[in-house]
């Protein structure tokens, strides 16, 4: 069974601060997404990634495959109280396999 | 164009009743999951429809969970009879297709219940 693993668990920060976000496979991810959710929601994907070292980038959010598509990071700059939410990193095979989340706090 | 609905939002209720979930996902999205959320931690797959027709069900608890989605349209989540580590929040989700690399799943606004 694959284990996704993310850190760190939780991630308290202030407003305009930058974090990184990890996310670590025990096996070769199929493809992987990443997800956000705030309070109260779903989850909302932001983005998909296939290829090993792929790098995407959502406005303030940057996205990194591992070349041996066993990891995968997420690194926000400036982070804004927007942000707040968990994010979920999961495995996209033909069922989405979460891993552990972070939760993520940015203060005012 | 609306998201996935759910209804109820909360529910609570004493161990050993029964509770259901409903789910009505986007129109057109042939494909249909149930989620269960614990507290802080990633969704778990419960069960996956096809339309009508149940694909995967491995990660259902027969013994006390069932689903249905007679028209392959909205689908009903029930548990009978609940448990205190049922406590947790059910989401449904709704794709366009059946899973693989680019198919994005949209997940509602979940159940929060709480079994007492």
């Known amino acids: 069974t694959q284990l996704l693993e993310q850190s760190p668990q939780f991630l308290s920060i202030q407003e305009g601060e930058n974090l990184t976000v990890y996310c670590n496979s025990s096996?070769?991810?199929?493809?992987l997404q990443w997800y956000r959710q705030e309070p109260g929601e779903g989850p909302v994907l932001l983005v998909t990634?296939?290829?090993?070292?792929e790098v995407k980038k959502l406005k303030r959010l940057t996205f990194q495959f591992g070349d041996a598509r066993k990891d995968s990071s997420l690194h926000i700059t400036a982070a804004q109280p927007g942000d707040t939410g968990l994010y979920l990193c999961a495995d996209n095979t033909d069922k989405l396999i979460f891993g552990t989340g972070t939760r993520l706090q940015v203060f005012p | 164009e609306a998201g996935v609905v759910q209804s109820p939002r909360y529910k609570i209720i004493e161990k050993k009743q029964p509770v259901a979930f409903w789910c009505n996902p986007i129109s057109g999205h042939n494909t249909l999951y149930w989620y269960l959320q614990n507290l802080g931690q990633g969704p778990e797959l419960l069960i996956r429809?096809?339309?009508?027709?149940?694909?995967?069900d491995s990660q259902l608890p027969k013994d006390r969970f069932s689903a249905e989605r007679l028209k392959g349209v909205d689908s009903t989540l029930k548990i009978q009879p609940a448990e205190l580590g049922d406590s947790a929040v059910y989401l449904c989700?709704?794709?366009?297709?059946?899973?693989?690399?680019?198919?994005?799943?949209?997940f509602g606004p979940g159940t929060r219940l709480t079994v007492l």
């Open positions: 989700a709704s794709s366009p297709g059946p899973g693989g690399p680019y198919n994005e799943q949209f």
């Open positions: 990634v296939v290829t090993g070292g």
């Open positions: 096996s070769v991810f199929s493809s």
């Open positions: 429809y096809e339309n009508e027709e149940a694909v995967d």
